[in-house]
T-cell receptor
Framework: AQKITQTQPGMFVQEKEAVTLDCTYD???????LFWYKQPSSGEMIFLIY????DQQNATEGRYSLNFQKARKSANLVISASQLGDSAMYFC??????????WGAGTKLIIKP | NAGVTQTPKFQVLKTGQSMTLQCAQD?????MSWYRQDPGMGLRLIHY???????DQGEVPNGYNVSRSTTEDFPLRLLSAAPSQTSVYFC????????????????FGAGSRLTVL
């Protein structure tokens, strides 16, 4: 069964607009962690943000925030005030205690000038 | 800090040839792993290691071997290359396999693009 689902294969967004990238997950374990990575066209994988299942507040890192809705099992990445440099592939991943990271298929984000 | 260093960046092989992708990290990470990335399929785990002398299979281990003789190094060997192994390979490390923490995130190498003809 697919444990991490990113439903948007590709997105076009106007520069300076906010962007929401969707990620839903499936787990019966109460303890887990959620990660977002960015992969620009140069190919490297860059860690963006982490959310633990017991964290009381949504994670934020600069222009990145994670809209964590535990009951709905969603962990959407929000990028505020998008920039041309935000154009990249974005991957959502989940780790359950004792298990490996599981990755979504990714969303290709293109920021239009 | 070099982080995770992978070599080579690009490689072209003929079917049946063997080769080794090198991976080294200088962060004293316990956990190291190899992924392959194919279009539309995200990242798939090939092999991983939780310490020197300890390795285990991931999701797609067939056709690959690994060893971990030191904490720093984790080479990936293709035994007899096949066109299906054409992919981008990433080595990644973290201080623990399983700790749930924002401090325990995978650090990736730059990737190695392999083409098998």
């Amino acid at each position: 069964a697919q444990k991490i689902t990113q439903t948007q294969p590709g997105m076009f967004v106007q520069e300076k607009e906010a962007v929401t990238l969707d990620c839903t997950y499936d787990t019966s374990d109460p303890s887990y962690g959620l990660f977002w990575y960015k992969q620009p066209s140069s190919g490297e994988m860059i860690f963006l943000i982490y959310q633990g299942s017991y964290d009381q507040q949504n994670a934020t890192e600069g222009r990145y925030s994670l809209n964590f809705q535990k009951a709905r099992k969603s962990a959407n990445l929000v990028i505020s005030a998008s920039q041309l440099g935000d154009s990249a592939m974005y991957f959502c991943a989940m780790r359950e205690v004792g298990y490996q990271l599981i990755w979504g298929a990714g969303t290709k984000l293109i920021i239009k000038p | 800090n070099a982080g995770v260093t992978q070599t080579p960046k690009f490689q072209v092989l003929k079917t049946g040839q063997s080769m080794t992708l090198q991976c080294a990290q200088d962060m004293n990470h316990e956990y190291m792993s190899w992924y392959r990335q194919d279009p539309g399929m995200g990242l798939r785990l090939i092999h991983y290691s939780v310490g020197a002398g300890i390795t285990d299979q991931g999701e797609v281990p067939n056709g690959y071997n690994v060893s971990r003789s030191t904490t720093e190094d984790f080479p990936l060997r293709l035994l007899s290359a096949a066109p299906s192994q054409t992919s981008v390979y990433f080595c990644a490390s973290s201080y623990s396999k399983t700790v749930l923490s924002g401090a325990n995130v995978l650090t990736f190498g730059a990737g190695s693009r392999l083409t098998v003809l």
